[in-house]
């Protein structure tokens, strides 16, 4: 068994929280062993009225409780969206690689749209050893800036960015990106979010010598290894290997993701 496979839990999970933020579908379940194991950037496969279970972000993860968030974009995001308070739901957790919470300096969390979700989580960890965490938010318009009602609370500083400009910046998270590392003295960046975003960020953080990890967005069957629908070809020793999002990751290097 792999390293990010050892601490997975398969449970039954039962709905305690359905609720919005913003155009965007947040479930909450009761799954305290899934909880209490569970890292930043790590996911969970949950039952979706179809045929496969579908991967989640952990948004947070309490005492016994995780939640997840996502945008309905398809049947299995449709039928989620129908859950109520009581149901349950089978979910596997949590599975892959997360976001290191150890560092040396400020971090900058970067999140695109509901790609944010896990950056909240790694605030208020990041954050209770004492370090700050300034995040850049963005997203094509007002209503798909994850959280930024809350953002305040959550981390030291936040930027936002919509293409449409409904809600601060007009422009793209990397358009703000140089500005808020020399503001916040940052020695590193994470982001989370569509992956032409994740290569602009990772771009710019290797042109500023910046340490940059990075969760990728890959369509995941299994989520357990097996099937190999998720690879990312990633850098080692001068040769590009492919590795699996949902074992290897989804967390990677940025400097090191073959982009193309």
Request: hydrophobic letters at 45%; one cysteine or more.
């Amino acid at each position: 068994m792999s390293a990010a496979l050892a601490d997975a839990v398969e449970t039954a999970g039962r709905v305690v929280g359905v609720d919005r933020i913003g155009e965007y579908q947040v479930l909450t379940l009761r799954a305290p062993e899934i909880a209490r194991r569970t890292i930043p950037g790590q996911f969970v496969m949950i039952e979706s009225g179809c045929l496969l279970r579908r991967p989640f972000s952990v948004f947070r993860a309490a005492a016994d409780t995780v939640a997840v968030a996502f945008d309905v974009i398809g049947g299995g995001t449709r039928w989620l969206a129908t859950r109520a308070l009581g149901d349950e739901l089978a979910l596997a957790g949590p599975l892959g690689t997360g976001f290191s919470i150890d560092a040396e300096g400020p971090t900058v969390a970067v999140g695109g749209g509901y790609g944010a979700a896990p950056l909240f989580m790694l605030a208020e960890r990041v954050r209770s050893g004492g370090l700050a965490v300034h995040a850049i938010l963005g997203a094509a318009r007002a209503a798909r800036v994850f959280g930024h009602d809350d953002a305040g609370a959550v981390f030291d500083s936040v930027e936002i960015t919509t293409d449409d400009g409904s809600l601060g910046t007009k422009g793209l998270v990397t358009d703000v990106l140089a500005d808020v590392v020399s503001r916040t003295g940052a020695r590193r960046v994470v982001a989370c979010g569509p992956m032409p975003m994740l290569e602009a960020v990772s771009t710019r953080c290797r042109e500023q010598g910046l340490v940059c990890e990075v969760a990728v967005e890959e369509f995941m069957a299994c989520g357990i290894g097996v099937c190999w629908t998720c690879v990312v070809p990633v850098a080692s020793n001068g040769e590009a290997h492919y590795l699996r999002s949902c074992t290897e990751g989804p967390v990677f290097d940025g400097s090191t993701v073959g982009w193309g």
